[in-house]
């Protein structure tokens, strides 16, 4: 057996306690990193959300793509319509 001093057990204990602190440490930064990343994504998505309000909409979909596409067909539909009727009218006419 060896003859070990109490000073000497007190060293190696406190220099296990500060391995331990410093991985608690580590480890606590990594957990406050990643949490203040989630808080920025939060921060960003309340802006967007604030910017949206602002708008005059009952969802958060902007339809307004959707209906100029919706007017863009109606509009072509008209337009052909309105051709076929002049062609239709002028081949009466031709045949009378």
């Given at each position: 057996?060896?003859l070990?001093?109490?000073s000497?057990?007190?060293?190696?204990v406190?220099?296990?306690k500060?391995?331990?602190?410093?991985?608690?440490d580590?480890?606590?930064?990594?957990?406050k990193s990643v949490?203040g990343?989630?808080?920025?994504?939060?921060?960003?998505l309340?802006?967007?959300?604030?910017?949206m309000?602002?708008?005059?909409?009952?969802?958060?979909?902007?339809?307004e793509?959707?209906?100029r596409?919706?007017?863009a067909?109606?509009s072509?539909a008209?337009r052909?319509?309105t051709?076929?009727?002049?062609?239709?009218v002028?081949?009466?006419?031709?045949?009378?």
């Open positions: 057996r060896f070990v001093c109490p000497d057990v007190d060293m190696e406190s220099l296990l500060a391995k331990i602190c410093n991985a608690l580590a480890v606590g930064d990594d957990i949490i990343k989630r808080d920025m994504e939060v921060v960003h309340m802006k967007e959300g604030l910017a309000a602002g708008l005059k909409r009952l969802t958060m979909y902007s339809h793509e959707n209906e596409a919706k007017f067909v109606v072509a008209v052909r319509l051709a076929f009727k002049d062609c239709w002028d081949s009466k006419l031709f045949k009378s």
